[in-house]
Nanobody, 116 residues
Framework: QVRLVESGGGEVQTGGSLRLSCVVSGGTFSTWPMNWFRQAPGKEREFVAGISARADLTSYSDSVKGRYTISRDNAKNTLYLQMNSLKPEDTAVYFC?????????WGKGTLVTVSS
């Protein structure tokens, strides 16, 4: 059974940094493209960043480009999201997402709160 577990969320002040992690078990993590999404209160879930299976390609939403960095450690089955220069509008639940062939898997999310 595939399982995605996020961690690293919390409360931080504007301008601060956080690093999110997502540990994946039950599948071949190293072959899957992975993504981070987020959902703010009252808003739809939105794409934040993506990374290819071999980490040779990354993509970012315009709202986080230059501030966030997605990375992965295939030896540890772990996906990361380094978030710098955080803003109050970054407040959301952040979700890990796996593209496992025809299947899609989600974690339960971790809450990030940025206070002004």
């Amino acid at each position: 059974q595939v399982r995605l577990v996020e961690s690293g969320g919390g409360e931080v002040q504007t301008g601060g940094s956080l690093r999110l992690s997502c540990v994946v078990s039950g599948g071949t993590f190293s072959t899957w493209p992975m993504n981070w999404f987020r959902q703010a209160p009252g808003k739809e879930r939105e794409f934040v960043a993506g990374i290819s299976a071999r980490a040779d390609l990354t993509s970012y939403s315009d709202s986080v480009k230059g501030r966030y960095t997605i990375s992965r450690d295939n030896a540890k089955n772990t996906l990361y999201l380094q978030m710098n220069s955080l803003k109050p509008e970054d407040t959301a639940v952040y979700f890990c997402h796996a593209e496992a062939g025809r299947m899609r898997y989600w974690g339960k999310g971790t809450l990030v709160t940025v206070s002004s």
